[in-house]
């Protein structure tokens, strides 16, 4: 999983919030990514790097929160995920999202599914993979079966 995170690198709490900073990520933005210039097969890798980075949540029982293309870069051909602003252990989602403002709710709906009880990284991961490769569920049935799966045990 250290490979898909930006290494931590300091927090600090000042007036009730807290800041974390992170190591600086040379890369691009899923968001930017001209699709055009990667191969299937590095396409491929990378919906396999997501499966993992989906597992390596799985395994420490966080849930994100907030997985969608703005939250990925491109780092010598890894994805790397980012903004943990909203990732809390798995039994804490109620109370993490209790906190939130109903704009800021609306706003992680957008791009994923949030419940009150259900770790739904799943669900977003599989957007994610699907644009990186539109082919995801001709081309790469284990991972498709694998997300499915998780999707279908929320």
């Not at 949540?57 to 870069?73: A, G, P, V």
């Not at 939130?100 to 419940?115: A, G, H, M, V, W």
């Amino acid at each position: 999983m250290s490979l898909y995170v930006p290494r931590y690198i300091v927090s600090k709490e000042i007036d009730g919030y807290v800041y974390i900073v992170l190591e600086y990520i040379d890369g691009i933005g899923f968001d930017n990514i001209d699709l055009n210039n990667i191969l299937l097969e590095d396409r491929l890798s990378i919906c396999e790097a997501l499966n993992s980075i989906l597992d390596g949540l799985i395994e420490i029982d966080y849930s994100h929160n907030d997985i969608r293309l703005q939250n990925f870069m491109l780092r010598e051909g890894r994805p790397v995920l980012f903004d943990f602003g909203y990732a809390c252990k798995k039994n804490e989602i109620v109370s993490m999202l209790s906190t939130l403002s109903n704009e800021e709710k609306k706003q992680l709906n957008e791009y994923n599914r949030i419940s009150y009880d259900k770790h739904n990284d799943a669900f977003s991961m599989f957007y994610v993979m699907k644009h990186i490769n539109p082919s995801l569920l001709s081309n790469q049935k284990s991972i498709w079966e694998s997300v499915n799966q998780r999707i279908g045990d929320l």
